[in-house]
């Protein structure tokens, strides 16, 4: 069993910068690809960025540039790195396996993008 705890989000200015951190619980979080999600208020939620456990990446073409990803399994935590923000990123930000077979879904991060 897997628990997922996710930080590291609060409100920013359009352009500015944030480092959201998920720590992980349980020996199966270093033998899976990972992912950090999101869900903005009325719409599903998201893949935003992938991360196997050899370091290969996938992004959302929205943030693709902007936006990245990298874990330490010795720390059992993945990081989401996130540049140039925009309002559009406005979300709850989670993290979980990537694609399916998801652990049960942590409380999340709200990031909020506003001037």
């Known amino acids: 069993q897997v628990t997922l705890v996710e930080s590291g989000g609060r409100l920013v200015q359009p352009g500015g910068s944030l480092r959201l951190s998920c720590v992980a619980s349980g020996s199966a979080f270093n033998f899976d690809a990972v992912a950090w999600y999101r869900q903005a208020p009325g719409k599903e939620r998201q893949l935003v960025a992938g991360i196997t456990t050899v370091g290969e990446t996938v992004y959302h073409q929205s943030v693709r540039g902007r936006f990245s990803i990298s874990r330490d399994s010795a720390k059992k935590t993945a990081w989401l790195q996130m540049n140039n923000l925009k309002p559009e990123d406005t979300a709850v930000y989670f993290c979980?396996?990537?694609?399916?077979?998801?652990?049960?879904w942590g409380p999340g991060t709200q990031v909020t993008v506003s001037s």
């Open positions: 979980n396996r990537y694609v399916s077979y998801y652990w049960p």
